[in-house]
């Protein structure tokens, strides 16, 4: 089949603002984007640019706003799409080019929440325990890659750069709730603040973005619980 | 610019994060330059877990671990890296679970482990639970824990930066020059001690299950400067990859149960591997699977293809325990395996070859084993040799996490006694001119058919079976491909995020481990492990127990040394399962 590929483009070096550039792919319904966007690269434009690495949906790499949705390029086939596609850089991080954005911001909130088992007690010999209860209680946020499909696609985060955004916060539910860690009030301090979890509004775009199926609104929820509970 | 850090880690994989966390806790100034961004790395594919003999859910010993590697590497494995890691993997697990990896759970709290093809009890009499895992994406469990390590220690990173090369002068390994993707600027890079950790080269391959982004880019440089590649002929595909795409589908699938089958709905492996069937080692299942297609037996309206069945496995057993290739199949090809078996095929995998190491990580450049001062390396970039001819599964996340934490160890000690070298912008000649003759080419040749042309070919003439004449065949076209890659043009003339310009420097350090890979297995005249010569079946210990070195003399010859193979324990016997 003919797909008509549209991309928004951008080039800091020749153009002021981005512009919007259509090409004609010949392609199969089981291509992924990611293949459509190989296609003009390798036999149309090769200047055109954009991350990838896995190519399967775990790398994280290739979130992109595709028929106006965050998704993962190499995650979203064309059969699911139709024949006019249009793909975007993700929106509220700056574009250096193309569909590349400065992921900067989005690893400085990920760092900001203390994203590593805070534990100062001295291990045991052998491995902590944990039941399979306690390692399923936090199990949805292990899955989270990092691709920013979440934060950007949220309307908080685009008109407050400030706000950490429902990834930082997915990671630090994965410790919170981790009964291995001690370091929640220190994660606390920072989710309860001024960028923190109360500039949630619960629109669950973040929800219907991920790719990995993580349910990130519930876990803000729960961490907005924990954080009150806490104080009482 | 011009950076320096005592100790400079290339690579952000499993074996790089862990290098670069052990050598800051001897107390190094350390820096990561990864061509990624640390949590893209592919060790975050790795799905079915890491081996070790932690004895959780039945009985098991390091010695049998060390036993299934040994046999499973076809005797080509070198004993005493055997031991230490048989040895090591067990604490490297524990560590990791005190890091706070996320390992699933027995029902008396400590880490689950499952079966994995060739990890067997007393000596290969039955399969073993010796995977320690977290669902089906233990590696990136993995990599985004030693990630959070590295955020915690406050490790120095520069992502998205290509190495484009290593400065060795008078057999001293001085420093880096990296190309920064962003404004297309050559840095220099001072190091005492460099350790690279930079993965794989699965995209010399059609059908692989590597990232876009493996394409062996130090392997090649070091080679491209005399240093030798060892058992570059051993290459690992693995069998269960989603037929066609090659999305890998992990052998923790039949460790659960899963089972192979063909066209007539035959459990196939049951006359391969009377044994241990669907559980043997990835060289021998992905032979059989080949051989089943070759006579006729094989699936779909091409017959191109077997079956990978889990339909008989409680659906919560694939739902809980392997829910990311669930996804993958109902994904990629609208197939569930909930209800109907799965289309797989061999797929590129797993380079057991690569820069020749001692124990503790560093580069040997020969037969002796004479050190590069400086210069580590560890993981799938590197060959100590602990999977000899063949790797079995899980082995390459311990892998990572024993030899990188060697490494990361040696370097920042040796770092501790050495000097900073004076580097100087000369040092980024020889990278900016590669650099600028691709930009300023107006050739007629481009990169995308040339890799396709590379890629195809080394599927048909050197991937699971070979024969001296497709070998052959292979070096003639490699040389004519080399050739026509002085040609290359691109499109994209400019510094910021050219990416297309990374592609065509990719493409030639793909064409030089392909050229190190098919000259040896062209030069090896018998079959071990992932090494099968049609016209060469049989092993010959008499004269192919050894390591081979390859040298690059100029494009198209090689010439080879060897390199002892350091037995032990376990004295080398015909591999039956």
Request: hydrophobic fraction near 40%.
């Amino acid at each position: 089949m003919q797909v008509t590929l549209k991309v928004l483009r951008f080039d800091p070096a020749k153009d002021k603002k981005p512009r919007w550039e259509t090409y004609q792919v010949e392609a199969e319904p089981w291509d992924r984007v990611l293949d459509l966007l190989h296609k003009v690269k390798w036999y149309q434009d090769g200047s055109l640019a954009f991350r990838r690495s896995c190519g399967h949906g775990i790398c994280g790499s290739d979130a992109m706003l595709i028929n106006g949705k965050n998704r993962l390029a190499c995650k979203t086939l064309v059969r699911d799409l139709g024949n006019v596609i249009t793909v975007e850089p993700i929106r509220g991080l700056p574009v250096e080019k193309d569909l590349i954005v400065d992921m900067e911001p989005f690893f400085a909130a990920y760092r900001a929440v203390k994203p590593y088992l805070i534990n100062d007690e001295p291990p045991p010999q052998r491995e902590r325990l944990q039941s399979p209860e306690e390692r399923e209680r936090f199990d949805q946020g292990t899955k989270c890659i990092l691709c920013a499909s979440c934060t950007t696609s949220c309307p908080v985060f685009w008109v407050n750069g400030t706000y950490i955004g429902p990834a930082a916060i997915v990671q630090a539910h994965r410790f919170i709730f981790d009964s291995r860690d001690r370091g929640k009030r220190e994660r606390f301090q920072v989710l309860g603040s001024g960028g923190g979890v109360w500039r949630c509004r619960t629109a669950y775009n973040c929800t219907e973005a991920c790719p990995r199926d993580i349910p990130v609104t519930q876990l803000i929820e729960e961490v907005k619980r924990a954080i009150l509970m806490d104080r009482f | 610019m011009a950076h320096r850090h005592e100790v400079i880690v290339v690579g952000a994989g499993g074996a790089g994060l862990t290098a670069a966390l052990y050598a800051a806790k001897e107390g190094a100034d350390v820096a990561v330059v990864s061509k990624l961004y640390p949590t893209r790395s592919h060790t975050g594919a790795a799905q079915g877990g890491i081996g070790a003999a932690l004895g959780n859910v039945e009985e098991d010993h390091w010695e049998w671990h060390m036993f299934d590697t040994v046999k499973g590497g076809d005797y080509l494995t070198d004993q005493d890296a055997a031991e230490v890691f048989a040895k090591e993997v067990i604490e490297a697990v524990i560590e990791l679970e005190h890091m706070g990896l996320p390992f699933d759970r027995l029902p008396n709290g400590k880490i689950a482990q499952r079966r994995f093809g060739g990890h067997t009890k007393e000596w290969g009499k039955a399969p073993v639970h010796r995977a320690a895992h977290a669902a089906d994406r233990t590696g990136h469990m993995i990599l985004q824990t030693l990630y959070q390590q590295c955020v915690k220690h406050n490790i120095t990173f520069y992502n998205e930066f290509h190495v484009t090369d290593v400065i060795i002068e008078d057999g001293v390994a001085k420093g880096l020059v990296a190309l920064e993707l962003a404004t297309g600027e050559l840095h220099l890079f001072e190091a005492k001690a460099i350790v690279i950790a930079s993965g794989g080269f699965g995209r010399i391959y059609k059908v692989t299950s590597n990232a876009y982004t493996l394409t062996g880019d130090l392997q090649a440089i070091l080679y491209r400067k005399g240093l030798p590649l060892e058992d570059m002929e051993f290459y690992q595909f693995h069998p269960t990859g989603l037929y066609p795409l090659g999305i890998l589908l992990t052998e923790g699938a039949r460790g659960e149960g899963g089972i192979l089958r063909n066209a007539l709905g035959e459990r196939f492996m049951e006359r391969y591997a009377p044994t241990i069937k669907d559980l043997a080692p990835r060289d021998l299942v992905s032979r059989a699977m080949y051989l089943e297609v070759r006579e006729g037996r094989g699936c779909g309206p091409k017959k191109d293809h077997v079956l990978l069945d889990l339909t008989h496995l409680p659906p919560e057993v694939i739902e809980k325990k392997l829910p990311d290739i669930t996804e993958f199949s109902r994904i990629y090809l609208g197939v569930d395996p909930l209800k109907e078996p799965v289309p797989v095929m061999p797929t590129a995998h797993y380079a057991m070859g690569g820069i020749p190491t001692t124990l503790w990580g560093q580069v040997i450049k020969d037969e002796k084993n004479t050190v590069v001062p400086g210069l580590y390396a560890a993981g799938e970039a590197a060959c100590v040799s602990l999977h000899g001819a063949n790797r079995l599964g899980t082995n390459s996340l311990g892998d990572l996490v024993v030899f990188g934490r060697r490494a990361g160890i040696h370097a920042a000690r040796f770092a501790r006694d050495a000097d900073y070298h004076e580097l100087t912008e000369e040092h980024l000649g020889e990278s900016r001119e590669r650099i600028e003759r691709i930009k300023n080419s107006t050739g007629k040749e481009k990169v995308a058919a040339l890799r396709a042309e590379l890629q195809q070919s080394m599927m048909d003439n050197a991937s699971v079976f070979r024969t001296g004449e497709l070998l052959q065949k292979q070096v003639e076209i490699l040389k004519e491909l080399m050739d026509r890659y002085k040609r290359i043009s691109i499109d994209d003339k400019g510094d910021a995020y050219n990416t297309e310009l990374v592609e065509a420097l990719e493409l030639g350090y793909l064409l030089e481990v392909s050229e190190a890979l098919v000259h040896s297995a062209l030069n090896r005249t018998e079959s071990r492990g992932a090494h099968a010569r049609e016209d060469y079946p049989e092993r010959d210990d008499e004269n192919w127990l050894k390591h081979t070195l390859a040298y690059k003399v100029e494009d198209g010859k090689v010439c080879f040394r060897y390199k002892p193979v350091v037995l032990g324990r376990f004295e080398p016997k015909p591999r039956t399962y």
